[in-house]
């Protein structure tokens, strides 16, 4: 669903991502670890296409290095960035509405925000609250509420656990699963490797810029580098 | 006649045509962080617009306010074009340069647009033929025109409709959400540059009515009459907060209304030595005082980064 080759981005003339290469299969879930600074965000930015890179990147078939950002969504693909972005002075509901931004006229939005609130009560309840007044949690929750009311066929996540308490991971992290199962493919960049890799199917390792692992979820778990590295053994 | 209640009248409407405008500035601002210097040239082209065309009709017999009618409603469009292109032309291509730059391309632009207005339409003070009701109404010893409560409540009704337009429609909140996080908004689907140039087209059609309403007010337009205006504008929006749509409004209202009580006042107060020309003063005046005192305006946030 997702072939990417050779990928590089450069902020200034420094490199970020150099030159990696990897894929996503339809219906997988697929992990990004590794740790701060390695390029992870900026190899997501560049899928979205919010940054300028080298390289091809194919998405259902058709080359998108090219598309902008704002018509990715229409394809299929929906991102939720790094620290959630939500959008401060926009109400919760307001918030999910911009999700459904790209789907004017759609009559099941209804029906899609009704489950996006049976599966994230918390936004129901709050949905009159500005977004920037809720919590840390409450903000992934809708980050990744409001990604979903894109109807993506893909979705990329950056860090959803971050600055999150342990409860607060794990119920993201259900919910993500939730998404999973519900045929949504996802890449996810997290520097939690042990929950990525306890989530995912497969997954990659990127170091400085370049992807150094490359393996099933479970013979990375088993790895000893990964388990030294990331795992702190 | 009672001098307080008088000027609170003449501010009033003053006010409501510096809110419009500086609407345009505020506007423009809450989504890229620029000020776009070149805004008063568009009340300026707007006023001049409309005049080339009122001028005609009311010759060929239509009655004032259709003549008038008329000229707005060709100025509007012509201001929304210019306001379009500026964007394109002056600012886009300085979309990701320092912040110093499109400043300078504005004033270039502003150069542009008034020498242009020259070129077209002279240096001559164009009179605004008297076609508007001009009845007096008495109200508690001051005096009120219906053209003046006519630009109030045509003013008032345009804040109104924007107010609906930014905080309850689809289009108003994608522009919220773009001012807040454009990348962030891209990714939803909305078109940043489309957002863009709709917020300078709506700004544009504010300020060619606004230039109406001042020709009409005082009864003349010419090529130099945006600057002075647009820097009153700008300071309304600063006094108001920049970025914020209603501190715009409240920034302009309070700004009329200092200015038109100031200029009641000042002889009185410097014993003559000082005339009601200096009205401009005030506006300046009250612009070093907040910038001194609260930079973020009256409404605004303490933070005015960009996200
Ligand atoms: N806007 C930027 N300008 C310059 N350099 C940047 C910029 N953004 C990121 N970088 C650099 O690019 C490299 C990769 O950053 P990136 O954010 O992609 O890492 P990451 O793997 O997501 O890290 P983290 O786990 O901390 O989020 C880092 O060295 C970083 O300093
Ligand atoms: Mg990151």
């Not at chain 1, 977004?131 to 903000?139: C, I, P, V, Y």
């Not at chain 1, 860090?159 to 794990?170: C, I, R, T, Y």
């Not at chain 2, 008032?156 to 905080?167: I, S």
């Not at chain 2, 600057?227 to 914020?244: D, P, Q, R, W």
């Amino acid at each position: 669903m997702l072939e990417v080759i050779n990928l590089e981005v450069y902020y200034g003339g420094i490199a970020a991502v150099k030159g990696i290469s990897f894929a996503v299969e339809k219906g997988e879930m697929v992990a990004l670890i590794g740790a701060n600074g390695a390029g992870k965000t900026s190899t997501l930015k560049a899928l979205a296409r919010m940054l300028p890179s080298a390289g091809s990147i194919r998405f259902c078939g058709e080359e998108i290095a090219a598309v902008p950002s704002h018509r990715l969504i229409g394809q299929g693909l929906g991102m939720v960035p790094e620290g959630r972005g939500v959008f401060a002075r926009l109400s919760v509901a307001e918030n999910l509405a911009m999700g459904a931004y790209s789907r004017r006229g759609d009559a099941q939005i209804d029906g899609d925000l009704a489950r996006v609130y049976e599966m994230l009560p918390r936004l129901k309840e709050r949905n009159k609250q500005l977004a920037g007044t809720l919590s840390g949690g409450e903000q992934q929750m809708l980050a990744l509420g409001r990604a979903l009311l894109g109807r993506p066929s893909f979705l990329l996540l950056d860090e959803p656990s971050m600055g999150l308490a342990p409860l607060m991971v794990q119920k993201v992290f259900e919910t993500i699963q939730a998404v999973a199962a519900s045929g949504v493919t996802i890449l996810l960049v997290e520097q939690n490797a042990k929950l990525a890799l306890e989530t995912a199917s497969r997954g990659y390792v990127m170091e400085g810029g370049r992807i150094t692992l490359a393996d099933s979820a479970a013979n990375l778990l088993a790895d000893p580098r990964v388990r030294q590295a990331y795992l702190g053994e | 006649m009672d001098t307080f209640l008088q000027q609170i009248f003449n501010g009033l409407t003053l006010g409501s045509i510096y809110a419009l405008v500086a609407l345009g500035y505020t506007m423009v601002y809450g989504i890229m962080g620029l000020v776009n210097f070149a805004h008063g040239e568009v009340v300026m082209i707007g006023a001049l617009t409309a005049l080339a065309v009122i001028k005609p009709l009311a010759a060929a017999g239509l009655p004032g306010p259709l003549a008038v009618l008329g000229g707005i409603a060709v100025a509007i469009p012509v201001a929304m074009l210019l306001g379009f292109c500026i964007e394109r032309i002056a600012y886009r291509p300085l979309r990701n340069a320092p912040r110093l730059a499109p400043l300078i391309t504005a004033i270039g632009v502003s150069i542009v647009l008034q020498q242009l207005a020259m070129i077209i339409w002279g240096r001559n003070y164009h009179s605004f033929p008297p076609l508007m009701p001009a009845t007096v109404r008495e109200f508690g010893g001051a005096q009120i025109t219906d053209l003046q409560i006519i630009i109030v409540i045509v003013a008032g009704a345009m804040m109104v409709g924007l107010l609906l337009l930014v905080n309850v429609t689809r289009l108003g909140r994608a522009m919220r959400a773009t001012a807040e996080n454009p990348q962030i908004a891209g990714l939803m689907g909305v078109d940043a540059n489309r957002i863009i140039s709709l917020t300078f087209v709506i700004g544009s059609a504010l300020a060619a009515v606004a230039g109406v309403m001042v020709a009409a007010n005082y009864g003349i337009a010419h090529y130099n009459m945006g600057f002075i205006l647009g820097l009153k504008a700008f300071t309304a929006a600063v006094l108001g907060g920049i970025g914020n749509l209603a501190g715009a409004m409240l920034g302009g209202i309070l700004l009329g209304i200092i200015e038109s009580l100031g200029a009641g006042y000042i002889g009185d107060l410097t014993g003559g030595f000082m005339g009601s020309d200096y009205q401009d003063v005030f506006a300046f005046f009250v612009l070093i005082v907040v910038l001194i005192f609260r930079p973020s305006g009256l409404m605004g946030e303490k933070v005015s980064e960009r996200a």
